[in-house]
């Protein structure tokens, strides 16, 4: 299950530096708004310390993470809806994402000249909503010019769904986001969904700090707070700083970040963070050729989750023997947590749980 992660911004706020961390792809990075024409596609592992706890434990050969889809958009300006700076075009790219990372700056520099002639994150997130939003109106416009169609020889769902349509059409004109509008569940698999509208995307927003703010942040993060909802996760991550972490190997790493102050790369937590955006959680199976973390959906029962390893575990599921990871790392062993009641026998309407180390039993 992959997910998709669009990361995006105005130009010059540091969006390709903390692209370049965290992928498998580098970007060109220049100081010029508007000199890249495409975006820029990459995939990252999600870090899992877990992994090599069970790696250690049942001496597998290797990890295989799961991973995350990264694009990133070239910046967007004021007028991208009408074609202005990147256009349309990249705004069409946001729409092939899961979720947005939403990259504000909130560090000077006077050699990075911002765009808009001064350093306002607030008025940045303002913009780029204006620009999505627009976008989605169009979209919402031309569905409800499509089902009036319909409409005038008698379908009545078409009827009902140009009242929904029109409703969030107002929505949308009084600066409202597609993922804030209150729509019954129904109307919006029947109506809404199809569009993949760029403001019902949810939304994890970075603020690329200067080093020195990397632990506390600064002002210009507390502006960021004071213009998202209270729900909204915001991370604070000095790019520049994180470019010079992504160029050392895993020992160097750790002297670095012990020197300024830091648990871990910001970019670690950034990954996480579009993980779970969107509901998503990880199970894993492990044995000694490999320890293999595999991606479902929250609330995911089993048969469905062993789909996501083979169609075929899915289609002959018989059961799935679970063990909890904390009941693992207690037990150290397969065998310990059978002996300990802790090898669980679960059927078809298990719900997998978050890091639980699943055999699936299965014929076909």
Known sequence: MALKCGIIGLSNIGKTTIFN????????????????NKSNIGMVNVRDPRLQII?????????????????????????????????NKFLADIQQTNALIHVLRCFDDENLPHIEGSVDPARDKEIVDFELQIRDLDLVERKIERLGKLVKIGDKKAAHGVDVLKSLKEHLENFGNVRDFEIGEQDKI?????????????????????????????????????????????????????????????????????????????VDKLVRGAYHLLNLKSFFTAGPKEVHAWTIKKGMKAPQAAGVIHSDLERGF??????HYSDFVEFGSEAACRDNGKLLIEGKNYEVEDGDIINIRFNV
């Open 21 to 36: 961390c965290v992928s498998n792809t580098k970007a060109e990075i220049t100081s010029f708004a508007f000199s890249t």
């Open 55 to 87: 790696r250690d434990l049942v001496d597998s050969i290797k990890i295989i993470p799961t991973t995350v889809d990264l694009v990133d958009i070239p910046g967007l300006t004021k007028g991208a809806s009408e074609g202005e700076g990147v256009g």
């Open 190 to 266: 029947d109506f809404i969904l199809d569009m993949y509208l760029l403001t019902d995307k949810p939304v994890l927003y970075v603020c690329n700090v200067d080093d020195s703010s990397a632990i506390k942040g600064n002002a210009y993060v507390e502006k960021v707070k004071e213009a998202v909802d209270d729900d909204s996760e915001i991370l604070v991550i000095a790019g520049s700083l994180e470019s010079d972490i992504a160029e050392l190997d895993a020992d160097d790493q750790k002297d670095f970040l012990e020197d300024a102050g830091l648990k871990e790369p910001g």
């Open 318 to 323: 018989i059961r799935a023997e679970v063990m």
